[in-house]
């Protein structure tokens, strides 16, 4: 009785052991489309013995997750919702991580250089070139919407040339190629889509596409069940010297998607 009474027990202890051993990240489509976070993830539950579960979301929808104190870390990409959601006690620490940049993405029939991006969004709104807009929140939707704004122009929610689709990248990727469309994508998730046969890159390498990521550590006292312990090793980690060789050697049809600048 004793011996089955021990051996209960050490299941017990055992379950709860490995129970503790896992953190889950929400983080951007981008990370988890690319492949570059399942890659590095593996890499850091080998060395740690630490699972790590993902949750691909837009960057509204893994902050919301966050807020609801069901994540241990955000991996996102728009800085004014980071320091947002840092100023209003959500987070313990923040640190820019990598980087990239948005392009703005066409059809092929157009071969007018793009001078800048605000001229070519008024050439879009102007002309009423079919848009595709993820409209979900995301930090790609986001962006757009500082881009409209920095170009003097209203939001064309209700434009019939605009299309608020709420989808991922991939799928909005996706319809605006089938429908000949203009979109906006972060480079790393366009370097990997495969189906853009009648897509290219319209604008690019402009100041205003800068696309900087953020890796921030969720407050514990939201859910005082978060695995701060293991979330702060791989915090420690992804900033690190390792880290930073996995991130910036990832490639995708020989390409560097994001560039490491952990500061």
Not at 14 to 21: D, L, P, R, V
Not at 65 to 76: P, T
Not at 245 to 250: M, Q, S
Request: proline share 2%; with cysteine.
């Amino acid at each position: 009785m004793i011996r089955v009474f021990l051996i209960f027990i050490l299941i017990f202890l055992i379950k709860n052991a490995f129970a503790n051993k896992y953190i889950t990240i929400a983080s951007t489509t981008s990370t988890h489309d690319t492949g570059l976070l399942e890659y590095i993830n593996k890499k850091f539950e080998n060395k740690y013995q630490t699972k790590v579960r993902a949750l691909s979301l837009g960057t509204g929808q893994a902050i919301k997750v966050a807020m609801d104190g069901n994540v241990e870390i955000l991996l996102v990409h728009h800085k004014k919702s980071e320091l947002e959601f840092m100023n209003n006690g959500y987070g313990i620490l923040r640190h820019d991580l990598m980087y990239n940049d948005f392009v703005l993405i066409g059809p092929k029939k157009d071969k007018k250089t793009c001078s800048s991006i605000e001229n070519k969004m008024i050439e879009i709104k102007k002309s009423k070139l079919l848009f595709v807009s993820r409209g979900d929140e995301s930090g790609t939707h986001k962006k757009e919407k500082e881009l409209w704004e920095l170009s003097n122009i209203r939001e064309p929610f209700e434009e019939n040339w605009y299309l608020s689709v709420g989808q991922g990248m991939g799928s909005t990727l996706l319809i605006a190629n089938q429908k000949n469309a203009y979109t906006l994508s972060d480079r790393s998730t366009w370097i990997a889509f495969n189906k853009k046969e009648n897509l290219q890159i319209v604008c690019e390498n402009l100041p205003p596409l800068f696309n900087q990521y953020g890796i921030i550590l969720v407050s514990n006292k939201i859910n005082n069940n978060l695995n701060i312990e293991e979330a702060k090793k791989y915090i420690d980690w992804i900033t690190s010297d390792e880290a930073k060789k996995l991130i910036n050697n990832y490639r995708v049809n020989g390409k560097q998607l994001f560039f490491f600048n952990y500061n």
